[in-house]
């Protein structure tokens, strides 16, 4: 592909730390690096505490742990999302309710929980799709109402807010992707925020195998031992020396993609005029980090033509996900509540066109322009 559709960014201090991760002698997780990252994500996330794992995926695992997912509860999400979303709390017994999109920012639609609110429902999931923020007004005063706890599938969302707080703080709990196809990233890496006291000391035994460990090298104990369940969920220093660097030119990163997509935005708007092209909507409580762009077809066959058509101009466009609610394993272990029209409509038409801060988007705008004067 001569235009990838991501390609992995590098500020050139990367490797400076990982030579020095390896200089301080401890390779294994929670040294100087995975303390110096947590402190920054702390700050950008403006959470109450953060701790690095491995994945965004390992982060979510560790939620549902923390909320004692067992056979049975009910946990509210959106079908259209990644499928750790909902692995996650599978993996504990717990049973995904699918909710439809808001089919403006493919957001779950919040006027869609309450109905599917039961007394087996222990927790509500949010994914700010595209770096976009949810309703979280409305969100937050339903979670209040039923006294259900809010979980932020925040992996996209890094330096995107909701009227200018950081997506990520609203949450019990929110979980963070370093993912390569991030924003910013560490390979394979993630986070798990908790804004609620009540989980922290218990976060820490989960993420250290269900051992004590954290405790006792802050001296807390005087020995180390098993006390919960848990499984290993740290990374190591050389990926939280990586994730420094990356955290460190965070800001420059996103301003790079926020010019690209303004970029698409002024490029593509005729198409919404002459060919029923319908581009990305930013509600005015949101203001996002350039994660990605994508447009939403008339159909699916126009999305396959384009598809094709780009992929001859060598430039990668993908598009996502398969509706959860209609996945094999969705189908097996979850139940979805209410119409999924505006899911399925996007899993159809929506186009994700290439990304990433230093993306020259001329070529794309001219292979677009292409397509549809040929049609
Ligand atoms: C990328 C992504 C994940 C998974 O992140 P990993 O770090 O790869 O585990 C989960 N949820 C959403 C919404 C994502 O976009």
């Given amino acids: 592909m001569k235009i990838p559709f991501n390609e992995p960014y590098c500020c050139g201090l990367e490797t400076t730390y990982i030579k020095q991760a390896f200089a301080n002698q401890q390779l294994s997780g929670d040294g100087h690096y995975t303390a110096r990252a947590s402190l920054m994500l702390k700050e950008i996330f403006q959470a109450k505490h953060a701790l690095l794992t491995h994945s965004c995926t390992a982060a979510l695992e560790m939620a549902a742990i923390l909320l ?5 509860d009910e946990i509210i999400m959106p079908s259209f999302t990644f499928v750790s ?4 709390f599978v993996m504990r017994g717990g049973t995904p309710v699918f909710v439809d ?8 639609d919040v006027e869609k929980i309450e109905e599917s609110i039961t007394n087996r429902t222990k927790a509500i999931v949010v994914v700010h799709y595209a770096g976009i923020s949810t309703d979280m007004d409305r969100l937050l005063a339903i979670a209040k109402e039923y006294n259900i706890p809010v979980i932020e599938d925040a992996a996209q969302a890094i330096y995107a807010t909701y009227k200018n707080r950081p997506l990520g703080s609203f949450g019990d709990l929110a979980t963070v992707s370093f993912h390569e196809t991030k924003n910013i990233s560490c390979g394979e890496g993630g986070c798990l925020l908790i804004n609620n006291d009540r989980f922290i000391s218990r976060a820490e035994i989960v993420r250290e195998k269900g051992t004590n460990r954290s405790l006792f090298y802050r001296g807390e104990v005087d020995k180390y031992t098993w006390v919960d369940v848990g499984s ?17 030119y965070g800001e420059v990163i996103t301003k790079a993609r926020l010019v690209r997509w303004h970029e698409y935005e002024a490029g593509l708007q005729q198409l919404t005029v002459d060919f029923n092209i319908k581009l990305m909507t930013v509600p005015s409580f949101a203001s996002h980090n350039g994660h990605m762009y994508y447009l939403l077809c008339p159909n699916q066959h126009v999305r396959q033509e384009l598809i094709g058509h780009m992929k001859k101009a060598s430039i990668g466009c993908v598009f996502h996900y398969v509706p959860l609610h209609s996945s094999p394993a969705g189908r097996k272990f979850g139940k979805a509540i209410g119409s999924m029209e505006n899911t ?15 993306l020259n988007v001329k070529p794309v705008l001219e292979a ?8």
Avoid: H, V
């Fill in 368 to 375: 677009f322009a292409g397509f549809f004067a040929d049609s």
């Fill in 101 to 108: 999109i808001d089919p403006l920012t493919q957001n779950i």
């Fill in 344 to 358: 399925d409509r996007a899993a159809s038409c929506l186009l994700r066109l290439p990304m990433s801060p230093n």
């Fill in 85 to 88: 979303t909902a692995n996650a």
């Fill in 232 to 248: 290993s969920y740290l990374p190591g220093e050389i990926t939280a020396a990586f994730l420094c660097a990356q955290l460190e």
């Fill in 68 to 72: 004692d997912i067992s056979p049975g």
